[in-house]
């Protein structure tokens, strides 16, 4: 028995192939997404080791805010250069040196623009001199105020050698540096994990990077001879009581290390996300190859049974086919996953700015879930039909030549009840919920729904498919797909369910996003009246800066009615993190903005209603407002005013802007006098920016437009992240189609023999895979735009006022799926017409 | 012996034709130089044991097969020449075929599985000859049915009535009552027969049964990839009596 099941094995290479590829595929995105999570997390522990290799301790003030990874980049207190003279004096300090690091020191390169950043921060610092990690490539340190040294990433980024004149943004306006030194790190690293470095002297360091003489960010401190750093830290701080953090090197490595994989946490889940549709996709997709293959093998295991094998032997064979293709296939899939992970890493790093990436590991979750899910899924993806099959009476299955496709009942009354559920939970987070518990009332309903239409494919496939088949029907090859294709409608439906997944996912996804798009910009051009605009690409986590004193030229040039500057910082009020603005003059502010309010004291902010309604203040009300920098303060609210009119929900006086995190302004609004041309204006706006060559000067649609590009890019990525998805769906077409040919093998003997051409059979199996691939499709783009809106409608209350259903992008989704189907017909086409009439005819 | 045809026009023709399969030691000839004629308005029944070369005869005269050496006509075309595409077009348009079984496609009808080679080239069928073939083959009533929902004679009918409606110059018929029991077998093959004196049809049908091969007007007997005799008029009884006489030794010698 076990030989007749190892030779009908090798004698259906094909099917094995075919068969088997689904099984690597699905694996092959399970292992990968685990692999790259586990490098990625390895690489991350190694760089903060490495950062921290040479601090025995290190001192800084507790930051004024505490920020977490998702907020930003961490503001920290300044610490008085006395305290550094505090440490020194202490037992078991060896030395101690006052540090300067922040991010915000962006290099203009040689071609006048900023080196941006995805990711590693733009450090300024203190040059203190090179420690045991450092390396000095060319030239010295910085010794004069005008004169900087660079790490060897940002000198090759922005092209510059030593000697070279090197203009720098701060948190002051571009500033013009002599290059006189370029530093690298052991290991012949330029950098660590990419971050550019930018070192001054210190004074120079702290008055661009921190804004004050004499103060530091951290105090680096190396233990004398015979000193732990764990004993030092102890010692120290009690000595420098609450204000300080005191930790030791492992301590901050391992705090940064951790912070770091918790904001990749839900870089982790959404790659874990997309494995997850990719081997929902691939379980289809592996479902259905054994389901036909076994299906037809109907015959031969009936003739088995005939000549004496018990059902159980049946059954233990085909077992024992799933295991060997399982077993195989997940080794091969395995191995694929690892060199998706690496590649995908390679490509992260690589775009991360030249990250070290630490060796490829194979994690022990990866190995146990490639084997689960491919042996376990091919195994019961087999043994169902097998038991179906060796359920049907010998005689009977020999005699039936085409496999007949059981009733839908069973299925039908599932799917039905499953999306009557999933409609009544959207029905009610829709019309009848409120709050939290309509968002999950909302998605859940969505994701029951999905399961409920997807169980309905085989009943929905069977008008649908006719239907689109009379497209075709106008050729005698074209009714001969159309009817085909309509065949098995069971298997018709779990290959078109499979494309259904991911474009229902991508469709959802675009209208989502395209009517957040008109949402934003409907509510943009009703309520900005500035016509020219000054702002940047957010290209890190670091907004772009321009020089403020651009706000009061622009408002010096002749036709300028009113220009203001919009500062941003995350503050603390009453403990809690909260997003505030700020600007030089509120009622220029609101001059520009369209609308009028008062100038704002010293002490005083305006604060839009809602946000008043929520915390509960009233104009008068005392606030405490601790900025990033600097001292809390307690403001009076002056003026609440309606939401919309002003930009930003709480705003503060121009005195509050020195203890910012950045002190310059991130965007710009110019309104101009009545009658006055954008045109006549904008060439001199833009020339006033020149010099912040991280922002420009545009018009209020150019503006708008790009505030609204980030919705297309978010789309963008998703399309990629999916396509992957409806590549493996893509591949299901093939595979069925493949085995369909297979099967049909007789039928297309009898075919070629009365007639039918080669191109007119190649035609014949195209229309097939274009009538499943299209259908597949419209499945999934009727499904994604009712998810889409009913998640668009969910989200009215967080701005999504419109909702748009994008006819273009679903029109094109359909038209790629008709493509999807040219192609995906090649292979299993070509085979069909390349077939010997007579071994055809002659082919059991 | 090469079987000519008894003078008059001639639809199907062999000259010489050899087919092998394999080499070396597992080399078959399965037709050893055959030549033969099939007269138009025909029916010729070609008979010999298993193994003989009776189906791929007919399929080398079919353009199912290409044939090593020597040459086929059908009509005054040569078709051991042509290309893919030509063949094709000939199948379609000047050649019937029944087969053993498997002649219908289970997706279409029975009136479209009769139409299918007309529809394949585009053409229609001339409503009165459909009225005739239809009456003919007794399936007024069954036109709509599917193939699965039909019996095995009544498949085979239709078959016969898709080889018949585009009024091939030949139809090739292999064992097409082979699968059936004697009084189905019997329809058709009347069938066939009074197609060919009715309508002039030419048939070439292989079968190992004697009393389908009475059937026709002529029966050629192969062996061993020859032809070694044939029989006009045959009865039952005669065409019993050269299959008795072929099978003995004596006559395996003198070939
Ligand atoms: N594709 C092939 N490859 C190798 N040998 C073949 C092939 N087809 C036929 N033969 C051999 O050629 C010879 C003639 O075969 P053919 O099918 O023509 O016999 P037949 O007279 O039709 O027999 P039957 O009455 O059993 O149908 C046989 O010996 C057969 O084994
Ligand atoms: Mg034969």
Known sequence: MFRATLKSLLARKLRLVLSGLAVILGVMFVSGALVLTDTLNRTFDSIFSDVYAATDVSVTAKPKVEVSEMDGEEVSAPLPASAVETIKTQAGVRSATGRVDADGARVIATDGKVLTSFGPPRIGSNWTGTDEMMEIRSGRGPEAPDEIALNATTAKLAGYAVGDRVPVLTQQPKREFTLVGIWGYTGGRDSISGVQEVAFTTPVAQELMLGEKDVFTSVTVAAADGVTPDQLRDRLAPVLGAGYEVKTGAQLSAEDSASLKEGMGFFNQILLGFAGVALFVGIFLILNTFSIVVAQRTRELALLRAIGASRRQVINSVLVEAVVVGMIASVLGLLAGIGAGAGLGALFSGMSGGMDLAPIGVPLSAVISSFTVGILVTVVAAVMPALRASRIAPVAAMQDVATPDRPLTKLTVAGTVVTAAGAAALGTGLFVASGDSALYLILGGVLVTFIGVALLTPLISRPVVSLLGRLFAWSVPGRLGRLNSGRNPRRTAITAAALMVGIALVTGVTVVMDSAKSSLKAEAARILKAQIMISGDQGGPRPPTYDPAVVDRAEAIPGVRAAAGLYNDLVAIGGERSYIAATEDLSRLAEAYGTTAAKLGADQIAVSAPEAAERNWQAGSQVSIQTSRGEAHTYTVSQVFTEDTLPGSIILPAEAIKGFGITQPVLGFIRLDDGVAVSAVLPQVKALVADSPEVSATDQQTFVDSQAAIFDQIITMIQILLGLAILIAVLGVINTLALSVLERTRELGLLRAVGLGRAQTMRMITVEAVVIAVFGALLGVAVGAGMGSAVARALKDDGITQIVLPWDRMGTYLALAALVGVIAAVLPAIRAARLNVLNAIAHD | ?255
């Open chain 2, 1 to 255: 012996m090469a079987a000519t045809n008894a003078g008059g026009p001639v639809a199907a023709r062999a000259e010489e034709i050899w087919k092998v399969y394999g080499s070396g030691e597992a080399q078959v000839v399965a037709l050893r130089g055959v030549s033969a004629e099939f007269g138009r308005g025909r029916f010729t029944a070609i008979m010999g044991p298993s193994g003989s070369g009776k189906s791929t005869l007919m399929h080398c005269l079919a353009g199912l097969d290409t044939v090593d050496k020597g040459t086929v006509h059908i009509g005054g075309t040569e078709i051991s020449t042509l290309g893919d595409k030509a063949l094709t077009r000939l199948r379609r348009d000047r050649i019937g075929f029944i087969f053993q079984q498997f002649n219908l496609l289970p997706t279409l009808s029975a009136a479209e599985n009769i139409t299918l080679p007309l529809d394949i080239a585009g053409r229609k069928a001339d409503p009165q000859w459909w009225d005739t073939v239809i009456g003919t083959v007794g399936l007024k009533d069954r036109l709509r049915h599917r193939p699965s929902q039909l019996s095995g004679g009544q498949q085979q009918r239709v078959a016969c009535a898709r080889a018949l409606m585009g009024r091939p110059d030949v139809i090739f018929a292999d064992e097409p009552t082979g699968n059936l029991d004697s009084r189905s077998g019997g329809e058709v093959l009347s069938f066939l027969r009074q197609s060919v004196r009715e309508h002039g049809q030419t048939i070439v049908m292989v079968t190992h049964d004697p009393v389908a091969a009475s059937y026709a007007d002529r029966v050629v007997f192969l062996a061993d990839g020859s032809i070694v005799d044939e029989l006009a008029n045959p009865t039952a009884e005669t065409v019993l009596d050269t299959m008795k006489r072929l099978d003995t030794p004596s006559d395996s010698v003198m070939l």
